[in-house]
């Protein structure tokens, strides 16, 4: 099984998860809600905000988790080059790991020999939003044209078929979810996450990879930003780690 296999795998997964009744709040449209995975968890590692989404909004193929308690997918936020993008996807091809990359319509149309690269290599591409916009502030045309617009240029200057979506600025509602999901698409947040995206404060990469190694959990979703230059230094080893403790990368 090669490892876009095996990312697919995992994907799949989601595909056959059940939703039950949570404890979040419903958002109506038009309010934003922060997404955020919070900082208890279970038994398991796996923090309880990132359970209680899945279990009220899988109902509209929302997810922040992946049923395969033995996998973690790792996924980053193409926002903007910051000339760290080509170090990340050599770490990936050594270590042979197939990321996710959501990107916007802004990196889609300038970094399109990157673009290709990541096709090329076996990782998937993600849409997340054609403008960078948060979902619940638009009428529901608007939204669907900040996720189609993406989704068709991806399809026509890459022959590329996006399915996944993540929210601008990590907002949703309820109706963006539902909205999300009218369009063909699977929403994805995530359960494991650092600030990583300042980039004239990066984090320091010893203290990065303690607590990406520390909060790394079973069927973990990973948020990282590629404009990180303590991601592309700590990647190949944090890949190595998780490996160790037996996940499936």
Known sequence: MNYR???LSGLTALALLTASTGNLMTVSAGTAIGYGQGTQVNDANVPLGALDFDAQY???NA???TPDRSRIIITFDQGYENGFTGNILDTLKEKQVSAIFFL??????KEQALVRRMIAEGHMLGNHGMTHASLPLLDDAAAREEIMSLHDYVQKEYDYTMQYFRCPCGEYSEQALKTVQSCNYKTLFWSGAHVDWLTDKQPDPAQS???LTSTAH???ILLLHSVSATN???LGELIDRLRENGYTV
Do not use: H, N, S, V
């Open 209 to 211: 990879l303690e607590k």
């Open 63 to 65: 997810y922040a988790t």
């Open 218 to 220: 079973g069927g973990e």
């Open 232 to 234: 592309a230094q700590i």
């Open 58 to 60: 899988g109902k509209y």
């Open 104 to 109: 916007t319509g802004d990196y889609a149309k």
């Open 5 to 7: 296999t095996r990312l």
